[in-house]
């Protein structure tokens, strides 16, 4: 559910066609938006395609809504099934921030914020680097596991795969002929998963971007078989 190769996801438009979201009228003209979007970030000017996909896309800081949600109606990128943010983070802030979980956890006087505008600030050059270099190194040499909720847009699953295709890494060719595989957790049908070598990329159903928060007991199966080097059941199971 990685912000990973900003320059191979940034894929909005095909992604709300697919989902019938746009026509192919709006698609070209989204499609447009995201070239110059991709020149600016081959020009290096990183500052500009931040404020060029704000304005385009999730308005973080402009502070009006974006173009995509203006066209679509939807607001809420984690889950296209929800227009609208519905109020569960709100009742986890307010849960954080209780005097006596502030002690449990030992933060002080901090306060606990799902996003902070002025960190954001600092950050919108690394916002449109690519990280792809550092990911090939640690698959070529530890686990890794890419997981994607099938709702979700923001970090969607075929925006993802639009980078990991390209990863030169030492299990490409692997990665490439191998099967993908039901994922079972019990006798529900969770999702999709397929694994070369040390890397397991992970398709989660009925889950948007915050899959522990739509799907707890998958996420929990996901975490331990990936921890624990178990494998993701194929058929359904007790």
């Not at 809504?65 to 984690?78: K, M």
């Not at 919108?124 to 990280?131: H, R």
């Amino acid at each position: 559910d990685g912000w990973v190769d900003p320059y191979n996801m940034i894929d909005y438009a095909n992604l709300l066609y697919n989902l019938d979201f746009i026509d192919l009228k709006t698609r070209s003209r989204f499609l447009k938006i995201e070239k110059r979007i991709k020149s600016l970030i081959d020009q290096k000017k990183f500052v500009d395609a931040f404020w060029a996909l704000d304005n385009y896309f999730d308005a973080d800081l402009t502070g009006y809504p974006p173009l995509v949600q203006n066209v679509t109606g939807i607001s809420f990128y984690y889950n296209f099934i929800e227009a609208q943010k519905n109020d569960s983070d709100d009742e986890m802030i307010y849960y954080l921030n209780q005097p006596k979980v502030r002690r449990s956890t030992h933060v002080g006087n901090l306060t606990f914020n799902d996003q902070n505008n002025e960190v954001e600030r600092h950050l919108m050059v690394d916002e449109l680097l690519s990280i792809v270099p550092w990911l090939e190194v640690l698959m070529d040499h530890y686990k890794v596991l890419l997981y994607n909720g099938q709702l979700d847009i923001i970090c969607a699953y075929p925006l993802t795969m639009n980078y990991v295709r390209k990863l030169k890494w030492k299990g490409a060719e692997e990665y490439a002929n191998a099967d993908r595989k039901q994922w079972y957790v019990g006798k529900e049908l969770a999702g999709y998963s397929k694994t070369a070598g040390n890397f397991t990329e992970l398709l989660i159903r009925n889950a948007g971007h915050m899959v522990p928060g739509d799907q707890p007991l998958w996420a929990m199966d996901m975490i331990t078989n990936f921890a624990f080097n178990r494998p993701f059941k194929d058929r359904p199971h007790k």
